[in-house]
């Protein structure tokens, strides 16, 4: 391959990915209808308590707040850094499909690997939308960014993420130690990766 870099600067764009259960959509800042900021924080604002359990930044976000998050993951994109894709689930009855969540993948070029994040809202959580979404993004980053490595902490205490990252077949590594905190105590993570040869 030509030069790494040169080659993910060409190939990296938060485009659309169709699923069967989900669309994956770029997050936008200037988006209108169901992928604005208003839409996403009126989301939040109806799953706050379920979705500050484990997200130590959900106490903090008011609209301005989530505004600054979405410009932040929209220059991430930008520069090659990162990206954000809000998660739609299919429906017959609505073109758009329904907001439910969030997947976001923080990259580390120099090391041709990317760090995952994620969340749903409560009423769009136990029906696969998150699996299928971690399908959609590691397919996307092995195949057309021929990143290397995908990784994911996930509190010790979060056995439904837990599930996700099993379920898509990451291989548990590790305990990170007081990796994060939340809601005012250090939380150890168990760490997970998906590696391009044990897929392909
Ligand atoms: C982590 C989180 C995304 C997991 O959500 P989830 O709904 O359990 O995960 P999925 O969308 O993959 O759905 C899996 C569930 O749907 C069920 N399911 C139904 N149809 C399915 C399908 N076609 N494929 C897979 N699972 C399916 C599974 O059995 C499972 O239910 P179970 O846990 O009762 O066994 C969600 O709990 C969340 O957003 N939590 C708050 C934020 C958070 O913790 N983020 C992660 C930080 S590391």
Redesign the pocket.
Known sequence: MENYEDFFTENFETATIKGE?VTLRGIHETAEGPGSAENIFNAIEGSRE??N???PWIQETDIFDLQKRIRSWVLNERFGQGGCWLIFKNTPENSDGLFA?AIMAEINLRNHSATL????TKP?????????SVRLISKFAFEKLKLNRLE????VH?G??A??AM?CGFVEEGINRDFELINGKFVDHRRFSLLARDVY
């Open positions: 259960l379920f979705l359990e484990h997200l969540g994040s994620y969340w749903l769009f959580t136990g029906q696969g939308l998150m699996t299928e994911l902490l996930v509190s979060n439904k993420s599930a996700v379920r």
